[in-house]
């Protein structure tokens, strides 16, 4: 369970995805933790949409790159800044002991708020991409707990083995999309559509595509919505400010 440091509450949310940390990306790590170094007292809410680490094998993973990561967001949350997470296709199988350790919750796959008090919908973005039937098949097979208990219960190298796998297998299918001439997939419109108005949602905000930017939606009723792409961190950084007034900014963040 986690406790919050009671604090004066700061308005204004952060919402990243995407960072795909790794040991191999040490100047991405060091972007993320300037970041939470600098947020307690700037930042209110912290959302982490997913893909923030670039392979998950299990909260018991003592990679030594990833003691830094840990120690920075426990001393960002002990410092009031609340921290949410929510899982991407890349680290789905982190868990309450992680989340307990950082101080961070854990949030569900859908989640519908009042940001800056517009009716907002966060979500990663990978189950919004219907197109992409084989994608979804291993969704559904990945986010059974059964399937997790499995892999979580295999030996802490035979994991990193199977993330190795599961990694190449999918640069290969991107591949080979492109060698056949078909787009990368991106999200399903109608998708889209269908979980706005579920949630009575103006602004839908997620990660996952790597295309970052801001499309009209005609929601049903002829209502006109908005969903709001993150941006991934290949070549830098990328927080969304969310303001008390409902607008937003991107905002670089550089090694
Ligand atoms: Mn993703």
């Known amino acids: ?16 995805s995407d960072l795909h940390l790794d040991a191999g990306r040490p100047d991405l790590t060091g972007i ?16 982490l949409l997913g893909d923030i680490f670039e392979a998950w094998v ?30 991407g296709n890349r680290d789905f199988l982190l868990g309450e002991a992680f989340a307990a350790r950082t101080g961070m919750a854990l949030l569900p796959e859908v989640l519908s708020l009042e940001l800056g008090g517009v009716a907002t919908v966060l979500c990663h973005g990978d189950a919004l991409c219907t197109d992409d039937v084989d994608y979804q098949a291993f969704r559904n097979r990945s986010r059974d707990p059964a399937w997790q208990a499995q892999v979580l219960a295999m030996p802490l190298e035979a994991r990193r083995g199977l993330a190795r796998q599961l990694r190449q297998e999918s640069k290969d299918g991107q591949q080979q999309r492109l060698a056949e001439g078909q787009p990368l997939t991106d ?8 979980c706005m108005s579920d949630h009575g949602a ?8 790597h295309r970052p930017a801001v499309h009209r939606v005609t929601l049903v009723g002829g209502h006109v919505g908005e969903r709001v792409v993150l941006a991934d961190w290949r070549a830098e950084g990328e927080v969304l400010e969310v303001r008390p007034d409902g607008s937003f900014q991107r905002h670089p963040l550089k090694a």
């Open 187 to 194: 999200v399903n419109e109608t998708s889209v559509r269908q």
């Open 1 to 16: 369970m986690v406790i919050h440091t009671p604090q004066a509450t700061v308005p204004h949310a952060f919402l990243m």
């Open 202 to 209: 103006a602004r839908l905000i997620h990660g996952h595509t």
């Open 32 to 47: 993320f933790l300037h970041f939470l170094q600098e947020a307690p007292g700037r930042v209110g809410e912290l959302y």
């Open 58 to 87: 299990g909260d018991d993973d003592d990679a030594p790159w990833l003691a830094p990561v840990i120690d920075a967001l426990r001393r960002a949350s002990d410092a009031g800044v609340r921290i949410h997470f929510q899982h």
